[in-house]
């Protein structure tokens, strides 16, 4: 876009700097929630201005086991993420280096699989955890969370590796690489952040849910999602003590999203064309 | 494929191994080898933990299939699909998912297209503007609808106190009157979503060529025709990629409605993922549940299938092939 006037980028910088700040009133009024005392939450009529505590901090700590929380919210995820890795990058190699004709197919079969609600699956999944006996332990959550992050990571990596020539490879299987070595060596480093976007949309995914380990786990194993679903409706806990709480579940992951944005970006475009 | 190369009968052979690979073979059939056994893991995965439990549901679907009764277990046909649309509550709750659906994604189209043209140029005050601007569609969604409940709440609420007290909705609050909570609803929907779908219109706009754009400006067409002429439809691929996405994620809507409402106030902002949550995992009706599972994946099928043709018309009709 050449010759625009000086006065057309400063109005159009104006809109979007006002745009944002809208958008992010919300965040911004959850987060110092949380700084304000329990009385002024609920005053009447609700004001802005508060006299900031750590009050709401200390409270949490009280009601909740915060420490099992987190532990539970953090194995869920790096599980999750370890295994769907584990499964989806080499199953989006073979299928974007395979020359057979379904394996297009295949790709489109794992992109389906991503799109199928998520109850469809769980009430069958749920039973099946039942009768093998890992209801209510992280497994269960960590392996569905697992089938659809992997289908996930399988279709973007797919798209990923389709997009990167196979010259580098086949040169350095000529040149005596075994095909693990071939895989390791050069696809993967080539690949590297196809493979950092995937992990940020698999930690993301898998701290945000709460349908799966809502019916999944149990109150020993619950992460931090259904402790802040469980919290609200309890009369003793105010809306300070859940923004509180909403700090632990919501600020890892906007954080990892903003210092890694160009890879969220990567995730979100690339990953799904 | 070339089958024919790989039979060992050609020369063209790597030099012979020792142990159970030791039949000469071609580079292409270890290559083949490899890659199978790179797939198949997950493949396998997908089948046993994804597919299969949806094969099942599929097969619970025609069965009364209660938890709490299961020695009543019986095979009834068609019959938890024929309730489901003879239920004024499930027929409520198709009709708000279509509703939702379709008004909070063409929203979020409109508004995202008009986001992503803003952001069009390429400067650094873009690239962070957008990366904060991506900060509602990171949050928890649970959280989401934490944060509105509590702001549209007609008693404490800071938006909430004041609309009711000026007199502006329902005195007893948005979320909670069944004429107003389900727009709401539709409403955080395109608060958490209009960047993402400005993203990927983003990628589009980004990726289309310059020297198109350039050359529709050389001959002097206007703004606005150089938007429905040249931009809008080489930006249809994006448009419809971001349509489906969205479409699919929207119909599927679960997290801010179950927290926000929970499908009330009177099933006006039930949805079927919500519906299908409560008959199954709270009532335990795991037969009717899991027809109304199915119904929701037919709908979603259908709906893509549908925009794909009328993207392919489209793309008819504007480019000509």
Avoid at chain 1, 168 to 185: H, N, R, S, V, Y
Avoid at chain 2, 308 to 320: C, F, P
Wanted: aromatic share 14%; charged share 10%.
């Amino acid at each position: 876009m050449a010759q625009v006037s000086g006065r057309q980028v400063f109005a159009e910088r104006t809109a979007v700097l006002l745009i944002t700040i809208v958008m992010l009133l919300p965040v911004v009024w959850l987060i110092t929630t949380a700084y304000k005392p329990s009385n002024q939450i609920f005053s009447i009529p609700p004001r802005l201005d508060f006299q900031p505590t750590l009050d709401q901090f200390r409270n949490i700590f009280g009601y909740f086991d915060v420490v099992s929380l987190l532990r539970s919210s953090v194995a869920i995820s790096a599980g999750t993420t370890v295994l769907s890795l584990l499964l989806g990058v080499p199953c989006g190699y073979a299928l974007a280096r395979s020359r057979s004709r379904y394996a297009t197919g295949f790709a489109y079969f794992f992109l389906a699989i991503r799109m199928v609600p998520a109850i469809a699956s769980l009430i069958p999944f749920y039973l099946m955890m039942r009768d093998i006996g890992l209801l209510g332990s992280w497994w269960a959550v960590v392996i569905i969370n697992t089938m659809l992050n992997c289908a996930f990571v399988t279709w973007m990596m797919f798209s990923y590796f389709r997009a990167l020539p196979r010259d580098m490879e086949e040169a350095a299987l000529t040149d005596g690489c075994t095909q693990l070595g071939a895989f390791f060596k050069v696809a993967v480093p080539a690949a590297r952040s196809g493979i950092i976007a995937c992990v940020l949309f698999c930690v993301m995914f898998s701290w945000n849910d709460f349908l799966y380990p809502m019916f999944l786990t149990t109150l020993d194993s619950k992460p931090l999602s259904v402790a802040l679903l469980t919290a609200y409706g309890t009369k003793d806990i105010t809306w300070g003590s859940l923004g509180a709480l909403a700090h632990f579940s919501t600020i890892p992951i906007v954080l990892m999203a903003l210092f890694l944005n160009r890879y969220f970006v990567q995730g979100a475009t690339n990953g799904v064309q | 494929m070339s089958q024919t190369s790989s039979t060992g009968v050609q020369p063209r052979t790597q030099t012979p191994r020792l142990g159970w690979l030791s039949r000469p073979r071609s580079f292409t059939d270890s290559r083949r080898f490899f890659l199978f056994f790179m797939a198949a893991p997950a493949v396998l995965y997908v089948l046993i933990v994804g597919v299969w439990p949806l094969a099942q549901g599929f097969w619970y679907s025609f069965f009364r299939y209660n938890l709490i009764r299961p020695a009543r277990t019986k095979f009834i046909g068609l019959d938890n699909y024929i309730a489901i649309f003879e239920d004024r509550g499930a027929r409520q709750a198709i009709l708000n998912t279509f509703q939702f659906t379709l008004t909070s994604v063409s929203l979020q189209l409109f508004f995202g297209f008009c986001l992503a043209m803003l952001l069009w140029r390429d400067s650094r005050f873009n690239r962070i503007a957008l990366a904060f601007l991506l900060i509602p569609a990171t949050i928890t969604p649970l959280v989401v609808g934490l944060i509105y409940k509590a702001l549209l709440g007609a008693d404490y609420g800071l938006i909430g106190y004041y609309l009711a007290n000026a007199g502006i909705g329902p005195r007893t609050g948005l979320l909670t009157d069944s004429g107003t909570a389900l727009w709401v609803l539709i409403l955080i929907d395109c608060w958490e979503w209009t960047p993402l779908m400005a993203l990927i219109l983003l990628a589009g706009l980004k990726s289309l060529p310059a020297d198109v754009l350039e050359a529709g400006r050389a001959d002097g067409a206007t703004a606005w025709q150089r938007f429905t002429l040249i931009v809008l439809p080489l930006m249809l691929p994006s448009i419809f990629l971001a349509l489906v996405l969205r479409t699919m994620d929207a119909f599927r809507v679960f997290d801010s409605v179950f927290v926000t409402t929970g499908g009330g106030p009177n099933d006006a902002t039930n949805t079927l993922m919500v519906l299908a949550v409560k008959e199954g995992l709270q009532f335990f009706n795991i037969g009717y549940a899991s027809a109304i599972g199915n119904i929701t994946i037919l709908f979603i099928a259908c709906m893509a299938a549908v925009l794909l043709l009328v993207v392919r018309r489209a793309d008819v009709r504007i480019n000509g092939k």
